[in-house]
């Protein structure tokens, strides 16, 4: 299947918190690794404090095989978990201990980001490494 989903995140207003302010608009592009992608991002952001272009560079992971959207049968072992060479081999021990199959290797999927800085007003952008993009303003 082929979709485009790009997303934007919103904050709380340090102000006041009750006023969402807009954030950053994002996307990872690359089928069924575009909603694992934008999870890890946000995660990456929000949970590990990592600004927009380290969000984007991080390793990531991907699930695949299993039962799919359009119908296709899933596969005997239920699908696989995909990482890639950034992520430790205690976390591929401990996925493998925990019954799934692991698989290193490119997870595929693509981000750009441009992201306002509430306080100043500032735009940032990025994108990441496993694409040839640059993130450009003046």
Known sequence: FHTIIPAFMHILDKKDNVTWLPYMSFGVMGGNIQPQGHVQIVSNIVDYNLNIQEAGDAARWVHDGSQQPTGEPM?????????????????????????????????????????????????????EMRKDGMALGY
């Open 75 to 127: 596969n005997s072992l239920g699908g696989f978990v995909g990482l890639e060479s950034g992520i430790c081999d205690s976390v591929a021990a401990n996925l493998t201990a925990r019954g799934h199959q692991v698989s290193y290797g490119p997870n595929g999927g693509g981000y750009q980001a441009i992201m306002r800085d509430p306080e100043t007003g500032v735009y940032f952008g990025a994108t």
